[in-house]
């Protein structure tokens, strides 16, 4: 059986894993200094931590929508459908070599990479590129 609050932690590391397979950096793992230094796009669960973080040319963040049970075994489930949310923030209006990794890096472990919306975000002055990841957890 996989429980709820055990299907959350795998889907964290299932997406922080090809999150950091599409070469991104986990900005968790990261040091204030090099938040503000690293022109590589950083990843985070939810929200950034920080200012310096927000105010990066692109960052991508990333929240669970979902993860209902697919397949029952004895009545209880055992696989559940992750439905995740990843936004990529960019002040450039298109960031195609990021969102194709990002594409890639999904397809290559079985989810999907479907984009949500294109928006932009006066309060942050930011475009904001929504995609829905959907891949299965299991136990």
């Known amino acids: 059986m996989i429980k709820t609050h055990e299907a959350?932690?795998?889907?964290?590391e299932a997406?922080?894993?090809i999150l950091a397979g599409a070469?991104?950096?986990?900005?968790?793992s990261l040091t204030p200094e090099q938040i503000k230094s690293t022109t590589t796009p950083i990843f985070w669960f939810i929200n950034?931590?920080?200012?310096?973080?927000s105010e990066k040319e692109t960052y991508v963040t990333y929240y669970i929508s979902g993860l209902p049970p697919i397949q029952y075994?004895?009545?209880?489930?055992?696989?559940?459908?992750?439905?995740?949310?990843?936004?990529?923030f960019t002040r450039r209006m298109r960031v195609p070599q990021?969102?194709?990794?990002?594409?890639?890096?999904?397809l290559n472990v079985g989810w999907t990479f479907e984009l949500?919306?294109?928006n932009y975000d006066n309060g942050n002055q930011?475009?904001?590129?929504?995609?829905?990841c959907e891949g299965q957890v299991m136990e």
């Not at 959350?8 to 964290?12: L, S, V």
């Not at 070469?23 to 968790?28: A, M, Q, V």
């Not at 950034?48 to 973080?53: E, F, I, N, V």
Request: glycine fraction near 6%.
């Open 126 to 132: 930011m475009y904001v590129h929504t995609f829905l």
């Open 98 to 106: 990021l969102t194709e990794d990002l594409n890639n890096a999904f």
């Open 116 to 118: 949500q919306s294109m």
């Open 23 to 28: 070469s991104l950096l986990d900005g968790l």
């Open 73 to 88: 075994g004895d009545g209880v489930p055992v696989v559940r459908k992750a439905s995740v949310i990843v936004e990529i």
């Open 48 to 53: 950034t931590k920080s200012k310096d973080a």
């Open 15 to 17: 997406v922080k894993a």
């Open 8 to 12: 959350i932690d795998a889907t964290i």
